[in-house]
């Protein structure tokens, strides 16, 4: 069998526009893109017709009045009418920005607040969408607000195609940073090329291959992986709304089965989400022995939730070696690092109280270990190292931050200097998660960066605290934010509040805070603490200290009133937790 | 409040109760994420056993106007509508 990398070692194919016109010129019979609908027809393409589409937007997009370097935002929930503007703003040199729709009950001021940060960052014109979301949103006029489907219904305009080098910027990622301070990756052509190519020759991408994607488009694993790639070599590629796989996880599966799929990838949450509710009596018809290569990535991988997936899968013909444990980051456009294929998941057990010495030993036996899933080698032309505090290489199983040095690591975020100087030493980008290599192969083990990742999110301790601020009683700016790991690796999310003295409405003040944070950004609190004023870790210079607190939390010192605890009255646990911190103060020194 | 208006909420609250294990008394202004404590994956869950039990399709594009139980009340009587 022919591997699609064996085409492409060597050739011409430099911009994702070229590959999208050989894949057009080749015209195989099944391939193309499938789009799947919820309740539904689908629509099928082949990829001379995408090629068609595409040409025609490019037009329509020039008389929007957009230039070749313009921004422009994509807000489009439709995948067919996100696919085709995407290409077209690459085919004629416009740098679309993906955007996320809203996506759940209410939210819209956080939501519109979050865009109009996007929108001062990037200096956008324009953004397209549908009409329910163009109703809803409200940005003070920033950028102007156009139907996607006015754009496409234009007459055909010829336009040139714009010259297009490996270093023209093809897109800005956003799902990095920050709601109130966006951070929009820049994705050069050349970023996209060098990652696509990677992953092709690591998965040994074939012809017949089908891919098979419920990922969002506006997020890096969808959109490259799942879209970007399959054009790029030119093979079939299913795709499904995400609200179709979350509304019934089912759905997911049924379409791999149905399409005789190969590849798909989704994070951890997504095969804990099909253990626990696809309904067992469904089993019976799915048939997963196509799939040979499941890859998971984009949050913490628990070893559990892939065991059990695997167990309750089998009987469909799932094979465990198919699992592809994966790392990557927007940052390094999208993937650094796959476990081999055909290996399936493999464990590295370690001595528990090693990892707190930064030592990940090995454990022989004995129920203490904590099992770290393997990750796999980098990808070729790429590097990696373990750096330690002074930056410099971890010997092996020795744990430090990730740092990713090559040719899919961005030139920076856009429009943010700052930002990118703190990512960025001497060409290696410094990824902020925790790892350890062990014969070459990455281990992922935690986080230096402030990142709370749940069910595949990230959210940003500063917003949390933001949001948390605005609740009345508690007082503002003195709030903490962190996640633990709970239930496997699976983060938990920890607040510590201080609260204006006097309050003494402690249970109505937690539900308060946990109704608006879920409200706000979407995130549920599993755990919330009232503090008294100056109970918090904080420098001498006033800045809070999350680090300190989540040590404290961890060593059961800062705990006080929370729902989940259910300890006392709230006044004994404000003076029990009072004595406590002034005790730990007492042993710190301070 | 209509009588099949508020058989409509009776059915939906005692949906919101099985699917979800809600403790809480519900009423129409019961809010949908804040007072059921529901994170962003639980909140699809309801989406799928709304349009399961009535019968409709909702546009996830609606989703952001919806606050309260009484607004999914509201939204499930005009997709019924013919």
Same mark, same amino acid.
């Given at each position: ?590 | ?11 939906? +609250? ?10 809480? #008394? &519900? ?6 994420? *804040? @007072? ?12 799928? +056993? ?10 996830? #594009? &609606? ?6 139980? *009484? @607004? ?11």
């Amino acid at each position: 069998m022919q591997l699609v990398s064996d085409q492409h070692r060597g050739s011409s194919v430099l911009t994702l526009p070229a590959a999208l016109e050989k894949a057009a010129k080749m015209d195989l019979a099944g391939t193309g893109l499938k789009f799947l609908r919820d309740g539904g027809e689908s629509v099928g393409l082949s990829y001379p017709d995408i090629l068609h589409q595409v040409i025609h937007a490019a037009g329509s997009l020039r008389r929007l009045g957009l230039r070749p370097g313009d921004r422009f935002g994509l807000l489009e929930p439709d995948q067919h009418t996100f696919v085709i503007l995407f290409l077209a703003a690459l085919h004629s040199g416009i740098i679309p920005v993906p955007l996320a729709p809203p996506a759940s009950f209410g939210g819209l001021d956080v939501y519109c607040a979050h865009l109009k940060s996007i929108v001062d960052v990037t200096g956008l014109s324009h953004i397209l969408t549908s009409s329910p979301i163009k109703r809803i949103i409200d940005l003070d006029e920033k950028a102007r607000i156009e139907l996607s489907s006015n754009v496409l219904s234009q007459a055909k305009f010829d336009i040139e195609p714009a010259s297009i080098s490996r270093d023209s910027i093809a897109f800005l990622q956003f799902t990095s940073g920050s709601t109130l301070q966006p951070r929009g990756v820049t994705v050069t052509h050349g970023n996209l090329i060098a990652n696509m190519h990677a992953i092709v020759e690591r998965l040994a991408i074939r012809p017949d291959d089908i891919t098979c994607s419920w990922l969002p488009l506006f997020h890096d694993m969808g959109l490259i992986g799942m879209l970007l790639t399959p054009i790029f070599i030119g093979i079939k590629a299913i795709l499904m709304p995400p609200s179709m796989f979350l509304k019934r996880p089912l759905e997911w599966l049924k379409a791999i089965s149905d399409g005789r799929c190969t590849i798909s990838y989704a994070p951890n949450f997504a095969y804990g989400l099909c253990v626990k509710r696809v309904p067992d009596s469904e089993l019976q018809n799915l048939v997963l022995s196509s799939w040979r290569v499941a890859g998971c990535g984009a949050e913490p991988i628990d070893y559990r939730t892939i065991e059990n997936f695997c167990d309750k899968f089998k009987k469909c013909g799932f094979n465990a070696r198919a699992f592809v444990p994966s790392y990557g980051l927007a940052e390094s456009t999208l993937a650094v690092a796959f476990e081999d294929i055909e290996h399936g998941m493999k464990v590295d057990a370690v001595k528990r109280h090693s990892l707190a010495r930064g030592v990940a030993d090995p454990e022989s036996g004995g129920n203490s270990a904590v099992k770290i899933v393997c990750c796999g080698r980098p990808f070729a032309g790429h590097e990696l190292m373990i750096a330690g505090d002074n930056l410099s290489p971890c010997p092996e199983r020795v744990i430090g931050e990730i740092l990713v040095r090559g040719p899919s690591i961005m030139k920076g975020y856009y429009n943010n200097q700052e930002a990118t100087a703190a990512a960025m030493h001497e060409g290696w980008l410094r990824t902020g998660d925790l790892g350890y290599l062990v014969g070459g192969k990455l281990y992922v083990c935690g986080r230096k960066k402030d990142l709370v990742i749940i069910a595949g999110r990230n959210y940003y301790p500063s917003d949390i605290e933001a949001m948390v601020s605005q609740v009345e009683g508690v007082r503002t700016g003195n709030v903490i934010a962190f996640s633990i790991s709970g239930e496997g690796v699976q983060e938990e999310l920890v607040i510590a509040a201080e609260i204006a003295a006097g309050i003494e409405r402690g249970r109505e003040l937690v539900e308060a805070i946990r109704s608006h944070l879920l409200e706000t950004l979407g995130v549920k609190a599993s755990h919330v603490l009232l503090l008294r004023p100056g109970t918090l870790p904080k420098t001498s210079s006033g800045k809070l200290q999350r680090q300190r607190a989540k040590e404290l939390y961890v060593a059961g010192t800062l705990a006080s009133h929370s729902r989940t605890t259910g300890v006392g009255s709230w006044a004994y646990c404000q003076y029990l937790t009072g004595r406590l911190v002034r005790n730990i103060r007492r042993l710190l020194g301070r | 409040m209509t009588h099949p208006n508020g058989e409509l909420f009776a059915q939906l +609250a005692k949906l919101v109760k099985n699917e979800l294990s809600v403790g809480i #008394e &519900l009423t129409e202004s019961t809010r949908v994420v *804040g @007072d059921l404590n529901l994170d962003s994956l639980q909140a699809m869950h309801l989406v799928a +056993a709304v349009e399961d039990n009535f019968g409709v399709a909702i546009p996830m #594009e &609606l989703l952001p106007n919806i606050k309260t139980l *009484g @607004d999914i009340k509201e939204l499930i009587s005009k997709l019924r509508s013919p």
